[in-house]
């Protein structure tokens, strides 16, 4: 079985920083690929920012420049970091983690539980 946990999240001004990290744990083979989504009050959810195996990596037009996604390897987690926050960015962050478990023979995508980032103008 496989845990995915987020922290980071909270209250900040604008013009801060927040950084956001996803945690998985378990029966990891391989993290694949991995994704930062967020939604605000009566929005959809949509993506913040991606990052593939290899690195390569693809951002919101709204967070580029401001936001960068980061992996520890070691530690089988993921990072969003947050600079120079504006109001807008206020929502609800989830990660997302594309993981092979032991023991399949395919991946499996798996969501965190989310964290609040809320920011005041």
């Known amino acids: 079985q496989v845990q995915v946990v987020e922290s980071g999240g909270g209250l900040v001004q604008a013009g801060e920083s927040l950084r956001l990290s996803c945690a998985a744990s378990?029966?990891?083979?391989?993290?694949?690929?991995m994704s930062w989504y967020r939604q605000a009050p009566g929005k959809q959810r949509e993506l913040v920012a991606a990052?593939?195996?290899?690195?390569?990596?693809n951002y919101a037009d709204s967070v580029k420049g401001r936001f960068t996604i980061s992996r520890d390897n070691v530690k089988n987690t993921v990072y969003l970091q947050m600079n120079s926050l504006k109001a807008e960015d206020t929502a609800v962050y989830y990660c997302?983690?594309?993981?092979?478990?032991?023991?399949?023979?395919?991946?499996?995508?798996?969501w965190g539980q989310g964290t609040q980032v809320t920011v005041s103008s």
């Open positions: 378990g029966s990891i083979f391989s993290i694949n690929a």
């Open positions: 990052r593939t195996s290899i690195g390569l990596t």
């Open positions: 997302n983690l594309r993981i092979q478990v032991v023991g399949h023979g395919r991946e499996y995508d798996y």
